[in-house]
T-cell receptor, first 114, second 115 residues
Framework: DADVTQTPRNRITKTGKRIMLECSQT?????MYWYRQDPGLGLRLIYY???????NKGEISDGYSVSRQAQAKFSLSLESAIPNQTALYFC?????????????FGPGTRLTVL | AQSVTQLGSHVSVSEGALVLLRCNYS??????LFWYVQYPNQGLQLLLK??????LVKGINGFEAEFKKSETSFHLTKPSAHMSDAAEYFC?????????????FGKGTLLTVNP
């Protein structure tokens, strides 16, 4: 059974549409993260959350918003999608307390914005 | 601030040959270092991690990495490549200070294994 799941796995949408990507985890971890992956750029942090009341912007949060509905659920929204948000999106989790921040990744959502 | 540089965006080796993927880091405090692997159409899987214990770290699938503070490096090696090792590899750093939530990734190295 997957510990970190993401839905949908693939999504094609049009410019201007609102899109929500969902992440669920059964690992019992407190920390959750959203990254995007672009070819040749590695992974970049969009948002992160230490618990349901603690949400923080990462390095590329413009154009995105998040919601931490419960310890196990962390959703990423694109309010008005644009083509340069076409990317592979990953959710990750890590436990607290843990000094070295090992993160566990979901399978990813491939988003295409036309 | 912390950063990671992976030298070589694409490395190609023959099956049975040595695999060497290079990673150099920058961190103002003692780092924690990770190698992740991404197989096609999959998420990232942890290969190994350095957390300030032994400097030579052994991971899954026969990979290992050596932390060299003087060279600020954490290169990944495997003595004999297998076809199944073809994937993209990411080096990442987090720090032991107050901002240890942040995992900074390199841009990745795509490993191709030729028969």
């Amino acid at each position: 059974d997957a510990d970190v799941t993401q839905t949908p796995r693939n999504r094609i949408t049009k410019t201007g549409k609102r899109i929500m990507l969902e992440c669920s985890q059964t690992k019992g971890h407190d920390r959750m993260y959203w990254y995007r992956q672009d070819p040749g750029l590695g992974l970049r942090l969009i948002y992160y959350s230490f618990d349901v009341k603690d949400i923080n912007k990462g390095e590329i949060s413009d154009g995105y918003s998040v919601s931490r509905q419960a310890q196990a659920k962390f959703s990423l929204s694109l309010e008005s999608a644009i083509p340069n948000q076409t990317a592979l999106y990953f959710c990750a989790t890590s436990p607290l307390p843990q000094g070295y921040n090992e993160q566990f990744f979901g399978p990813g959502t491939r988003l295409t914005v036309l | 601030a912390q950063s990671v540089t992976q030298l070589g965006s694409h490395v190609s080796v023959s099956e049975g040959a040595l695999v060497l993927l290079r990673c150099n880091y920058s961190s103002s405090v003692p780092p924690y270092l990770f190698w992740y692997v991404q197989y096609p159409n999959q998420g990232l899987q942890l290969l190994l991690k350095y957390t300030s214990a032994a400097t030579l770290v052994k991971g899954i699938n026969g990979f290992e990495a050596e932390f060299k503070k003087s060279e600020t490096s954490f290169h990944l090696t495997k003595p004999s490549a297998h076809m199944s090792d073809a994937a993209e590899y990411f080096c990442a750093v987090s720090n032991s200070g107050g901002s240890n939530y942040k995992l900074t990734f390199g841009k990745g190295t795509l490993l191709t294994v030729n028969p």
